[in-house]
């Protein structure tokens, strides 16, 4: 499985006051490379790595044949289902299938 590695900074920063108090809420930013830091920051190095598949969207792909001289047919409630139910299993995502009434 391939990964997507990034290494970052995020330097957190916060006030205090002469009693050692806080001041305000924290801040966070985030850099690329190694920061310098002020009296009141704090740098954490952070490495992620990444499934490339979180980048991926799934290309849904449907073929539908009619046989010739085939120009009616039913798309039952037992079949929507099992239509449901495979692509759930199979590729973990929820689809709903619907059939029209079937007039143009």
Do not use: W
């Not at 809420?25 to 490379?33: L, P």
């Not at 490495?47 to 009619?66: D, M, Q, T, Y």
Request: hydrophobic share 35%.
């Amino acid at each position: 499985m391939s990964t997507v590695n990034v290494t970052f900074y995020a330097i957190v920063s916060q006030r205090f006051s002469s009693s050692g108090y806080q001041v305000g809420k924290a801040g966070v930013r985030t850099t690329k490379s190694k920061p310098e830091c002020g009296a009141t920051e704090v740098p954490v190095q952070i490495s992620l790595a990444l499934p490339e598949s979180l980048f991926k969207r799934p290309a849904l792909r449907a073929r539908i044949v009619v046989p010739e001289g085939q120009t009616q047919f039913e798309i039952t409630p037992d079949v929507q289902e099992g239509i449901e139910q495979l692509v759930q299993e199979h590729m973990g995502i929820t689809m709903r299938v619907t059939a029209g009434d079937g007039q143009p």
